[in-house]
C-alpha cells in the first residue's frame, strides 16, 4: 500500500517562502509522476506543480516564476518549494502520485499553507 505524508505547510507572511515535502511509502515503482495540487473551500482542487521520474516539470501559470517543484528519488520525496507567498496562495495542499496504472492514484492527507499579515 503506498502512502504519501506532506509536512512543511504553516502560516507565514505575504512574500515569505515555505518549502513543502512528500514522502512516499510503499511500492511506488520507478515510472510515475507527482503532484502538488491545491484547493481551498468552495473551490475545486487545482494542480499546481508535476514533476516526472525523470524530473521534467511544469508549473501552472499563477505560481510559475515563484514556485519550484523537485524530487530525491534515493529518498522516494518530492518537494515544493514556495517564494514570494501571496494571500491567494492559502490552500491547503495536497500531494498525488500516479503510477503506470490507472489504479495507481495516491493522496496525501493534505498540508495546510496560510499566507497572512
Known amino acids: 500500500q503506498v502512502q504519501l505524508v506532506e509536512s512543511g505547510g504553516g502560516l507565514v507572511q505575504p512574500g515569505g517562502s515555505l518549502r513543502l515535502s512528500c514522502a512516499a511509502s510503499?511500492?511506488?515503482?520507478?515510472?510515475?509522476?507527482m503532484n502538488w495540487y491545491r484547493q481551498v473551500p468552495g473551490k475545486q482542487r487545482e494542480l499546481v506543480a508535476t514533476?516526472?521520474?525523470?524530473?521534467?516539470?511544469r508549473l501552472s501559470d499563477s505560481v510559475k516564476g515563484r514556485f519550484t517543484i523537485s524530487r530525491d528519488n534515493a529518498k522516494r520525496t518530492v518537494y515544493l518549494q514556495m517564494n514570494t507567498l501571496k494571500p491567494e496562495d492559502t490552500a491547503v495542499y495536497y500531494c498525488?502520485?500516479?503510477?503506470?496504472?490507472?489504479?495507481?492514484?495516491?493522496w496525501g492527507q493534505g498540508t495546510q499553507v496560510t499566507v497572512s499579515s
Open positions: 498525488n502520485l500516479r503510477g503506470t496504472r490507472a489504479s495507481d492514484d495516491y
Open positions: 514533476i516526472t521520474s525523470d524530473r521534467i516539470t
Open positions: 510503499g511500492n511506488i515503482g520507478s515510472i510515475n509522476v
